[in-house]
């Protein structure tokens, strides 16, 4: 079993900066690729990045590519998504997900976290 907990969601203005957080607990983060999702009110959730176990393999929706980056602490047991130029449209609640496989689908992410409330003012 994994434990994963986000944090750093909040309130931003349009164009601002937020840095997400997942902490794990449990089995060691490391045995996992990681990858965050975000639902927007009436959407479905969608895939945000991904990282692989080492860190060394990334990969990010499109919507986001250039703004937002995904990293991993290993040691930390955490990863993170450090989000720039935040759009009104980037509103959702973010999940950090843990997963056995590198993918970018939802369903085969076996651990999930409670989510974390990101909202954009235009």
């Known amino acids: 079993q994994v434990q994963l907990v986000e944090s750093g969601g909040g309130l931003v203005q349009a164009g601002g900066s937020l840095r997400l957080s997942c902490a794990a607990s449990g089995r060691t983060l490391s045995n996992y690729h990681m990858g965050w999702f975000r639902q927007a009110p009436g959407k479905e959730r969608e895939f945000v990045a991904f990282?692989?176990?080492?860190?060394?393999?990334?990969f990010y929706a499109d919507s986001v590519k250039g703004r937002f980056t995904i990293s991993r602490d290993n040691a930390k047991n955490s990863v993170y998504l450090q989000m720039n130029s935040l759009q009104p449209e980037d509103t959702a609640v973010y999940y950090c997900?843990?997963?056995?496989?590198?993918?970018?689908?939802?369903?085969?992410?076996?651990?999930w976290g409670q989510g974390t409330q990101v909202t954009v003012l235009s």
């Open positions: 990282i692989n176990r080492t860190g060394v393999n990334r």
């Open positions: 997900a843990a997963s056995r496989s590198q993918t970018t689908y939802s369903y085969a992410y076996t651990y």
